[in-house]
């Protein structure tokens, strides 16, 4: 049986897509942390929600570390001789994502894709903190979440095939507000949006002017 996440559409953080909550606890980034649903359940979505099939999703999610869950205080007992590291590079973020040093240049959010050192070799670079900041491995690794970002997916490629049968939800056109019909406070007949400005209601004399 298929089973399905359910996007939350009108939020994201950086890239990384919305879902809902196991038991409705709000919306998450974290795909271990979102509800799964039926297929009925996910055909009872509001406009705003899209339902996405579990397997796509998760063929195209990657590892990420959410720099509210990690300390360099809590981390530094792992920092032992001999220990693989990997490199934070300051002031890049996706969201709360950190970014991570990539071999031999430039960065990363996805921390499988981290390069990784030793202690000795990431200390030998000579780097400043405010250049790089040095963390265990083990310690990222315990603390990353899969998640997928909204450029990885395509909900018409997903949908398609899967025998579901879900339709996606055609969102209503606003009318723009000079396309709504206007009624003349006086007497309550149509009247142009234009034609306010230029003459007083033919029916009853109101000026409906704003």
């Given at each position: ?10 939020s994201h953080v950086g890239d990384g ?114 250049e790089a900041v040095i963390w265990p ?74």
């Open positions: 049986m298929t089973q399905f996440y359910l996007q939350d559409s009108r897509m919305m879902f809902w909550a196991k038991e409705g606890r709000g919306y998450v980034t974290s795909l271990d942390q979102a509800e799964l649903f039926t297929k009925e359940q996910a055909c009872s979505y509001r406009d705003t929600d899209i339902p996405w099939p579990k397997d796509y999703v998760d063929a195209r999610a990657h590892l990420g570390v959410d720099h509210q869950y990690v300390s360099l205080d809590e981390a530094r007992d792992q920092l032992t001789p001999g220990c693989p590291v990997v490199l934070q590079i300051p002031g890049h973020w996706n969201g709360n994502d950190i970014a991570l040093a990539r071999w031999p240049i430039g960065h990363t959010f996805r921390f499988e894709k981290a390069h990784h050192l030793t202690l000795e070799d990431a200390e030998a670079i000579g780097n400043t903190p405010e491995l083990s310690y990222l690794e315990a603390k990353a979440r899969r998640l997928v970002h909204k450029r990885d997916v395509n909900i018409k490629e997903a949908l398609r095939g899967t025998g579901t049968g879900i339709a996606m939800a055609v969102p209503r056109k606003q009318r723009k507000p000079w396309q709504r019909p206007l009624n003349c406070h006086g007497c309550g007949r149509f009247i142009s949006w234009d034609g306010r400005f230029l003459n007083d209601c033919q029916n009853c004399g109101a000026n409906n002017c704003p």
